[in-house]
Structures are given as C-alpha cells and as structure tokens.
C-alpha cells in the first residue's frame, strides 16, 4: 500500500511539473525570442557533425550516407552495394543536458531488403548518448536514450511514432522501472511520405517528454544506463544505474532512407 500511495504521489508531482513546464516552452513571448534558439544544421554542409558506423572509425561517413540534399539532412543507400550491419548515427559536435530540440522529418521509399526487418520505416534521433569518440569501432550502438519515429508499413498495424527506444540504458515510465526496450507513444499512425514535426524536451535526467505534431504524446523520466541491446562497448563506459544528466545529439541511419531538416535547439539550463 505504501508503495502504490508513492507511485500515485510521484505521478502527480511529475504531471504538475509537466504542466508547469509545457507553459513555460509553449510562451509565444519567448518563441519569438529567436536568440534563444540555436540552429544546429546550416542547411548547406554537414559542418558541425560527425559521423560513426558499426565496423568504422569515427568519421567515417561511409558511401556518403549522410548528405545534405534540398537544405535536409539525408540518409541515402545510393552507394551501397550491401548493407553490411552499417548502423550509423551523425552526432552534433557538443553535448546538452537540459534542452529544447525541434525538428522534422520524413521517410524516404529507400529501404536496404537485407537490414533487419523491424528497420523499415523505422529511424531515431538519439540524445543523452555517450561521447562519440568513446564509441568503439565494433560497438554496434551508441549507449543512449533514442527518440524513436516511426511510419504506416501498409500491413494495417498501428505503428505510432515519438516512441521510447533504449540501446544500453533504461527509464522510469509511470513511477517504476520500466523493462522494455521501446515505450510506445499516443500518437497516430502517419503516412511514410509526410513531414513531421517533432519537439523532444529534455530536463537532464529529472523529465523527458516527446512531442508530435505539437501533441504531448509521451513522457517519462530518470534515464540512466542499463539494460542491454548494446554490444562491443568499453565495459568503463557502461556503469550501470549512472544517471544519464547529459550527453550528445545523433541522428540515426540503420537501412532506412529519411531525411531531417529544420533541426533547432534551445539550451533550457
């Protein structure tokens, strides 16, 4: 009984402190206030980002996967001849621990056949990561907190996107530990082809809460490494049960094509 009156009481408190702070991020007065947003892609290059494959050193933007094409940042299969267990991530140069990232994105009808099934129209933006360079060169994830998008795969499933994936690390999702690898949203179901607009809001390791459309559609809190899903990660990095306060920015590549543009984000420290 005791235990329950608590998870009741932290529910609370946590949806007051939801409340609290979706009034302060929603105040036009401080969106207009463009000095507070910083953009973090030019439009124009990848300056500012680097990239790291499963099987390659850092930097190693293998076959040109990334690339900036119409102002968006672009995963593309154009040069593989196999996929090759090529997961990659292109990680922004600093890390953040309280922040307001906005973005889009949308799938594109680019799918490598020999990835892993669950892949498909299936990408991520990762957050809280470790430090790319700590990444070993057969690590085959970083260890992270990942925003999860998904899209329609035709097959009449509800495929919700702005999910909760977790490579290596773990949650508290209404007041308890939550054991899953991947958390799923309120949202609908949206068509491969269609821009999103997504808003991660992240308070160290107090609060997270994900946005779709402009739709709260998931909230969850205490990110810390844990779990599993990562291997060939240095065993010094991966203290399990040490809060996850900070850490860097990815945007995923893992067999799907996708692309990312208007990527802004507000330090809220």
Known sequence: MVSSSMNKLLNFLTLIWFLWLCACVSNPSQDNQSNQWETIFNGRDLDGW???????????????????????????????TEFGERYGHLFYKQPFSS???????????????????????????????????????????PISVEYQMLADAEDGEPRPTGNMCSPGTEVFYQGKMDPRHCISSSSETFPWDQWIKSDLIVYGDSLVIHLVNGDTVLIYNRPQIGGEIVQGFDPEIKVDGTPLTSGYIGLQAEGQGVAFRNLRIRDLE
Not at 106 to 123: G, I, K, L, V
Not at 127 to 136: A, K, M, W, Y
């Open 50 to 80: 680097t990239a790291k494959f499963y099987h390659h050193d850092l930097g190693d933007n293998y076959a040109n996967t990334f690339r900036v094409i119409d102002s968006s940042i672009v995963v593309s299969y154009d040069d593989y």
């Open 99 to 141: 922040f307001h990232l906005k973005f889009e994105y949308r799938f594109t009808d680019q799918w490598m056949e020999e990835a892993p099934h669950f892949t498909y129209r299936n990408s991520g933006v990762m957050f809280h990561s470790q430090d790319p360079r700590t990444i070993l060169k057969e690590q085959n994830w």
